[in-house]
């Protein structure tokens, strides 16, 4: 069992950054593959990233290729997404996954999500 919290997300203006972290709980963190998925108002979810267990595969959506960064920390249980120049098209609800297969595209666990606004 595996459980994920969140944190980080707020408002920010375009152009601006966050960091999101993602902190889990269980025994078994660095087995699983981490990903970040977003759903934004009246959309589905979508994926965004996921790296590997030993970080040494990473996967990214073209929509945030070369702005966002995916990592992780096993001996901390936390994987971290860096979002570097946001533009409001990247409002949404970021939730954060752990699948037990790659690419973490059906995670077996997921956070309860946290809300990045970007204003114009």
């Known amino acids: 069992q595996v459980q994920l919290v969140e944190s980080g997300g707020g408002v920010v203006q375009a152009g601006g950054s966050l960091r999101l972290s993602c902190a889990a709980s269980?025994?078994?963190?660095?087995?699983?593959?981490m990903g970040w998925f977003r759903q934004a108002p009246g959309k589905e979810r979508e994926f965004a990233a996921g790296i590997s267990w030993i970080s040494g595969w990473s996967l990214y959506a073209d929509s945030v290729k070369g702005r966002f960064t995916l990592s992780r920390d096993n001996a901390k249980k936390t994987a971290y997404l860096q979002m570097n120049g946001l533009n409001p098209e990247d409002t949404a609800v970021y939730y954060c996954a752990a699948d037990n297969s790659w690419p973490p595209r059906s995670p077996d666990y997921w956070g309860q999500g946290t809300q990045v606004t970007v204003s114009s």
């Open positions: 269980g025994r078994t963190f660095s087995h699983y593959a």
